[in-house]
């Protein structure tokens, strides 16, 4: 009997990801470029199957074949395409679970659509843990070849109240940009709540285990979330290398991947405002130079920083202003994935995409129930800000986002995406921007036209006579 599946790449994430296919009944071929990591896989995890050619690892596999590609973006996904095309026949199935850029995806769809090999982008999010017990999964390509692997995915995927989190997104390459604004949702959901901790560590005078316990607190009600949850863990964790606590040893300068860029570069190109995804990525270039910002605080000077007396209250207000932030964070998100459909000519779902990242995935969230339920309602919602549901609350919630806006400047505590969120929120309620001068301005030096309210039609005005 010929194996079900392959899997090519046998770092963290193939690993794992071939042994949840395994759990769940499949004959599972496997195969790494360098030959030793395959022998140690299948030593340490004798289900899996192992194959030291590529060809004997093709001629293994039932048709049509399924591989599912688990190996570094870029280049490396060209080169692996180019080494399995001479072995595979027409309609044979090529996955791409990595981190890839959609724009590559779409290339490659087109390239393999070409030589009839159905070609899949896959996206992945979950980490080791959901890659081994279920991540969420965005697939997208033919959706005939979507029907043939369909039963291995949803076995695989994360499962919430009962659903598999995973559905099919659409055409060519939109699973990995659902997937890449999914990472963009991530990192301005990680600032939020990090400009939540630094309010409520300075300004509420708290102590790291008494900043475990409120966001304990937080994670039993409307913040209910994977990235809450995670922090109240963080908070409380002991140094393993010394005393005190670990978070206070940790270097304040945080890292990434590219995926939280691609999403601000999109949103450029789309013409969409994500300003509290872009904050973050602006946070994070901010955070790595360390040393230049620890020159700059001998230097440049700023108000004294005053703990509050009334801590409860701070309490209550940084969670309202952190989940009305964090609504417009996705509000964001999705608006960048309803103009890229138009765009691109992808037919999205949004009610299956938030059902979708229900589970499995970094920022899973019980509020997306609500999203869902927003676009089922109306698929054709021009912003989730629009619903009736997310209208109330920021209604309700909006002055205690400004409270702590207005608190945290006042006391010289940098809450970029804090204050991203609101002037978005300011920004899209107002019927007037005053774009008006602006354009006035531009045809006053460059002759660029305006449009008027009164009537169609671009006009030029001559400022000089």
Not at 105 to 132: D, P, Q
């Given at each position: 009997?010929?194996n079900?599946?392959?899997?090519?790449?046998l770092?963290?994430?193939?690993?794992?990801?071939?042994l949840?296919?395994?759990?769940?009944g499949?004959?599972v071929?496997?195969?790494n470029r360098?030959?030793s990591?395959?022998?140690?896989v299948?030593?340490?995890?004798?289900q899996?199957i192992?194959?030291?050619?590529?060809?004997?690892?093709?001629?293994?596999?039932?048709?049509?074949?399924?591989?599912l590609?688990?190996?570094?973006?870029?280049?490396?996904?060209?080169?692996f395409?180019?080494?399995?095309?001479?072995?595979?026949?027409?309609?044979?199935?090529?996955?791409?679970?990595?981190?890839?850029n959609?724009?590559?995806?779409?290339?490659?769809?087109n390239?393999?659509?070409?030589?009839?090999?159905?070609?899949?982008?896959v996206?992945?999010?979950?980490?080791?843990?959901?890659?081994?017990?279920?991540p969420?999964?965005?697939p997208?390509?033919?959706?005939?070849a979507?029907?043939?692997v369909?039963?291995?995915?949803?076995?695989?995927?994360a499962?919430?109240?009962?659903?598999?989190?995973?559905s099919?997104i659409?055409?060519?390459?939109?699973?990995?940009?659902?997937k890449?604004?999914?990472?963009?949702?991530?990192?301005?959901?990680?600032?939020?709540i990090?400009?939540?901790?630094?309010?409520l560590?300075?300004?509420g005078?708290f102590?790291?285990?008494?900043?475990?316990?409120i966001?304990?607190e937080?994670?039993?009600?409307?913040?209910?979330?994977?990235?809450i949850?995670?922090?109240?863990?963080?908070?409380?964790?002991?140094?393993?290398?010394g005393?005190?606590?670990?978070?206070?040893?940790?270097k304040?300068s945080?890292?990434q991947?590219?995926t939280?860029k691609?999403?601000?570069?999109?949103s450029?190109?789309?013409?969409?405002n994500t300003?509290?995804?872009t904050?973050?990525?602006?946070n994070?270039?901010?955070?790595?130079?360390k040393?230049?910002r620890?020159?700059?605080?001998?230097?440049?000077?700023?108000?004294?920083?005053?703990v509050?007396?009334?801590?409860?209250?701070?309490?209550?207000?940084?969670?309202?202003?952190?989940?009305?932030?964090?609504?417009?964070?996705?509000?964001?998100?999705?608006d960048?994935?309803?103009?890229?459909?138009?765009?691109?000519?992808w037919?999205?779902?949004f009610e299956?995409?938030?059902?979708?990242?229900?589970?499995?995935c970094?920022?899973?969230?019980?509020f997306?129930?609500?999203i869902?339920?927003?676009?089922?309602n109306?698929?054709q919602?021009?912003?989730?800000?629009?619903d009736e549901?997310f209208?109330?609350?920021?209604?309700n919630?909006?002055s205690?986002?400004?409270?702590?806006?207005?608190?945290?400047?006042?006391?010289?505590?940098?809450?970029?995406?804090l204050?991203?969120?609101?002037?978005?929120?300011?920004?899209y309620?107002?019927?007037?921007?005053?774009?008006n001068?602006i354009?006035?301005q531009?045809d006053y030096?460059?002759?660029?036209?305006y449009?008027?309210l009164?009537?169609?039609?671009?006009?030029?005005?001559?400022w000089f006579?």
């Amino acid at each position: 009997m010929k194996n079900h599946i392959g899997v090519i790449g046998l770092a963290v994430m193939g690993k794992n990801i071939a042994l949840n296919m395994s759990d769940h009944g499949y004959k599972v071929a496997v195969f790494n470029r360098t030959t030793s990591v395959t022998r140690d896989v299948v030593q340490e995890h004798p289900q899996l199957i192992g194959y030291e050619t590529l060809e004997a690892f093709i001629e293994s596999l039932e048709k049509p074949r399924k591989i599912l590609l688990m190996v570094k973006a870029g280049a490396p996904v060209d080169s692996f395409i180019e080494l399995l095309l001479p072995h595979l026949d027409k309609q044979d199935i090529i996955m791409d679970g990595g981190n890839s850029n959609y724009v590559d995806t779409i290339r490659r769809f087109n390239y393999l659509e070409e030589k009839e090999i159905r070609y899949l982008g896959v996206g992945i999010s979950g980490g080791e843990e959901g890659a081994r017990f279920g991540p969420a999964l965005m697939p997208a390509g033919k959706r005939d070849a979507y029907d043939e692997v369909k039963d291995i995915l949803e076995a695989i995927a994360a499962k919430a109240y009962g659903e598999p989190c995973v559905s099919y997104i659409g055409e060519n390459g939109s699973g990995h940009f659902v997937k890449m604004v999914h990472n963009g949702i991530e990192y301005g959901d990680m600032e939020l709540i990090a400009e939540s901790y630094h309010i409520l560590k300075e300004l509420g005078g708290f102590n790291n285990q008494e900043l475990s316990d409120i966001f304990k607190e937080y994670n039993k009600g409307e913040l209910d979330s994977y990235l809450i949850e995670i922090t109240e863990r963080v908070l409380a964790e002991p140094d393993d290398l010394g005393e005190g606590y670990l978070i206070d040893v940790i270097k304040d300068s945080a890292g990434q991947k590219g995926t939280g860029k691609w999403t601000v570069i999109s949103s450029l190109d789309e013409g969409v405002n994500t300003s509290i995804i872009t904050s973050a990525v602006y946070n994070r270039f901010l955070s790595s130079i360390k040393e230049e910002r620890v020159r700059a605080s001998k230097v440049l000077l700023g108000p004294k920083v005053e703990v509050v007396s009334k801590k409860e209250d701070l309490v209550e207000k940084v969670r309202r202003a952190l989940f009305a932030s964090k609504i417009m964070s996705y509000a964001q998100g999705f608006d960048l994935l309803s103009k890229s459909a138009v765009s691109h000519g992808w037919n999205l779902n949004f009610e299956n995409i938030a059902k979708g990242w229900r589970g499995g995935c970094i920022i899973r969230a019980r509020f997306l129930d609500d999203i869902a339920r927003a676009y089922k309602n109306n698929p054709q919602l021009d912003n989730l800000l629009m619903d009736e549901f997310f209208k109330d609350i920021i209604s309700n919630y909006q002055s205690a986002l400004r409270e702590v806006i207005n608190l945290s400047i006042t006391n010289g505590i940098a809450v970029s995406a804090l204050t991203s969120a609101i002037t978005y929120y300011d920004g899209y309620r107002n019927a007037f921007n005053p774009a008006n001068l602006i354009q006035a301005q531009r045809d006053y030096f460059g002759a660029h036209t305006y449009e008027r309210l009164d009537r169609e039609g671009n006009y030029h005005y001559e400022w000089f006579e």
